[in-house]
Nanobody, 129 residues
Framework: QLQLVESGGGLVQPGGSLRLSCAAS????????IGWFRQAPGKEREGVSC????????KYADSVRGRFTISRNNANNTVYLQMNSLKPEDTAVYYC??????????????????????WGQGTQVTVSS
C-alpha cells in the first residue's frame, strides 16, 4: 500500500520561504497524482496545489498562485511544494495525498479531499513574527 510522509514544515516569519516534501513509498510516477491540502484551526481542509501522475499538469488555489510551486522528482518518488512570500494566513497543517491515475494529465484540488485515497500525517507550517 502506498505510504506518504510529509516533512519540511516549521516556523517562519512573514515573507519567508519553506519547502515541503512528500516522500512516497512504492512507485508514484507515472501512476499517482499528488495533491497538497491544508487545514487551519477551525477551518475546513482546502486544496492548495496538485501535480498530475504524468507530471505535465499542475494546479494552484487562487490564494497561493504565484507564490507556491509544486514539482516532483521521479527518481526518488518525492513531490515538493516550494512556498515563498509566506503570509500568516498560510498557517496550517499541510497534507499530501495521492490518487491512482496512471499516466493522467489531469489533477484536481477541488473540495476538502479531491479524488485522493492515500494521505500523509501532515506537517505544521506556522507563519508568524
Amino acid at each position: 500500500q502506498l505510504q506518504l510522509v510529509e516533512s519540511g514544515g516549521g516556523l517562519v516569519q512573514p515573507g519567508g520561504s519553506l519547502r515541503l516534501s512528500c516522500a512516497a513509498s512504492g512507485f508514484t510516477s507515472p501512476y499517482y497524482g499528488i495533491g497538497w491540502f491544508r487545514q487551519a484551526p477551525g477551518k475546513e481542509r482546502e486544496g492548495v496545489s496538485c501535480i498530475s501522475a504524468s507530471g505535465v499538469s499542475t494546479k494552484y488555489a487562487d490564494s497561493v498562485r504565484g507564490r507556491f510551486t509544486i514539482s516532483r522528482n521521479n527518481a526518488n518518488n518525492t513531490v515538493y511544494l516550494q512556498m515563498n512570500s509566506l503570509k500568516p494566513e498560510d498557517t496550517a497543517v499541510y497534507y499530501c495525498a495521492a490518487d491512482y491515475s496512471p499516466y493522467s494529465t489531469f489533477c484536481s484540488v477541488v473540495g476538502p479531499k479531491g479524488p485522493y485515497d492515500y494521505w500523509g500525517q501532515g506537517t505544521q507550517v506556522t507563519v508568524s513574527s
